[in-house]
């Protein structure tokens, strides 16, 4: 996709985000932003946790490689 495709399909939905907070009455809107805000902080934490578990899961089989590593002398 090119850069002009991804911004505009952004800016649908962000069009289309509007479009369902007008479906609620205003005192819920703040609400809804709240809740908003708190599901992307959760997301970012969950992505944080996944790429951190990824991260140990590849040092921990580096180091098990490295242990399988044996001196083999010539001679």
Known sequence: MNKDMIRRLQE???????????LF???ATAHIEVIEKEL?????????DF???NDEKDKSEQKKEAK???KVTIG
């Not at 649908?12 to 007008?22: C, D, G, L, Q």
């Open 12 to 22: 649908a939905k962000k069009y289309e985000w509007m479009a369902v907070k007008a």
């Open 25 to 27: 009455p205003e005192s």
């Open 40 to 48: 992307k902080e959760m997301l970012m934490e969950c992505m944080l």
């Open 51 to 53: 790429l951190k578990s």
């Open 68 to 70: 399988d590593v044996k």
